[in-house]
């Protein structure tokens, strides 16, 4: 004899659904509060691309948005090639109408801080040896890293102001500070925005960059010293392999700040790419989403005459999956898009929905016909579940 | 239940104890590792260095190369830092000179990675100390870095993989 289904049973099953959708909507639309991008938000006030003073006499800089960071800080060089006794760029510009004085005759750049009828810029070789990466938080995308710099050149360089403009280092005084070579030893705290598309097998970039504070391309350029572009013997980040490294020299120019702001800066970018290990990655995320999808599929065994035992079988799976999707969603910032694990989870709902929809057919069906709906359900169920795990793997 | 409702199920049942046994299997399988073997290769002495020998009046007690193994694509490099005993037989080799090494790889069960000892260098028979913190080993394959077909930097990567161990299995780690 069939037995009907007992009222609890249904309103477990009913309560389930409820919280199937709830985290389906709540994992697909709800990513934290206000932020639509894998990157916290720049501070209250600080508008992109905006002008930020020196952070201490060091002539630190600290960007609020890595992708946006400011433009040099414009303050008044006292030029070692020529003993500071020359007047600073500004001073010998001229601003004939009133306004913003700029350079009038056969300089490249009308900008009163470049330098008119400059000799060729110095070209600085650029080496680094990345010492450690600490303390990266792939919520904030922020990290500690402590690294040697070295600055060589063939002739005198002008003086240096080092800018970081996707962080801030601790101290900027030199290990060694001759005009032709300058050597740092640096800490500091640096950001550089997730990419969590791929998540859990995700791979991170992780920025250093450079500049000058004040002068552009028409006084100095940046130049990779490939041979010195390196990771320290040892260098471990924990929880992730080392992809690559690259280190590459960029001129780039500002959104106008004024009339006549055409001068070129020079940027050296330090990356070093950090891949999660993907058996760690899919023992934690993979192998327990399709633990409860196997689990669940057990009931699809479960016959007709053990209707409540069958009702009964996924819906703890289904709070299984709630509360493991949850776990892993507090480990990751706000996205405007879907994870891979996200996709995967999606995926787990689906298949335990499938096989709660297969029991809600036994009920609304004759009893006469439970055992062929029960037949249909073991087959298609399992083939909907692989089909779809798999599209969540893939897609 | 019918008879071929009955067929089906015993069926269903078979497949999914199948899936069960494979996937038990994955891990077991995951534990099968590669046996160990020896690898003859070549390496150019980039700098050699004794230590200790009072101002070359006692043998050295100490001797560190730095060596780039020649047949890799790519950069690879090791600095190894033998006894007195290799001191004495190797202390002869120069830089710039090509010799020929001998790798033993073989897996790791403690640190649960593949690993490559040096343990011929030249004419050398080579016994490293496995506590010897001066011991390491650099891999990189690197390439001109191009933005609008102008070269503008360097990329190095790190990853142990492709033509890299393709040609010098024992530098594989995983």
Sequence with gaps: MVRRPSARSLSIQVAALIMAVAVMLYASFWRGPGASEAYAAPAPGAAPGARLAPASSAGLAVSALPDQPPAPVAAKPSDERDGGASRDPIDVAEAVDGGVPTHTGESAYKSPFAVPNAKPPVKIKVGMLLNSIDDYDIKTGRYNADFFLSLTSDVPMPKIRLSFPNGKVETTEPMADKSTFKL????????????????????????IMVEDDFRGIDQVRFIVDKERTQLARGFRALGWQVAYLEARSTSQSYPDRFEHDDLIYGRYTFTL?????????????????????????????????????????????????????????????????????????????????????????????????????????????????????????VV | MTKRSSETSEHCTRLAAGVLLGLLLVPLLSACHAQARRYDTRVEILSARTMGGQHGKAAPSLVEFEMRFVDCPGDVRRVVRGDKVLAACAGGLKVGEKVAAAIDFSYDRERENYRGDLVKLGACDVKLDPKEDANYETVQVCRDLKASGVVVGVHCDKKREGELVEKCPWLRRL
């Design chain 1, 184 to 207: 740092y030893r640096l800490r500091g705290d640096f950001k550089s925005p997730p990419n969590l598309r791929r998540y859990p097998f995700d791979s991170q970039e992780l920025k």
């Design chain 1, 273 to 393: 790419s950090l891949e999660r290990y993907a058996t760690s990655a899919a023992f934690t995320v993979f192998v327990p989403a399709f633990v409860i999808v196997l689990i669940a599929l057990f009931g699809m065994w479960v016959p007709p005459a053990q209707m409540d035992v069958r009702s009964n079988a996924g819906a703890p799976m289904l709070a299984a999956a709630v509360l493991f999707h949850f776990a892993l969603m507090q480990e990751l910032p706000a996205t405007s898009y879907l994870t891979r694990a996200d996709k995967l989870m999606l995926g787990v709902y689906v298949s335990l929905a499938l096989g709660m929809l297969s029991t809600w057919w036994m009920y609304l069906v004759e009893e006469r016909n439970q055992g062929k709906v029960f037949v249909i359900a073991r087959v298609v169920v399992p083939v909907l579940n692989v089909v779809v795990m798999t599209a969540a793997c």
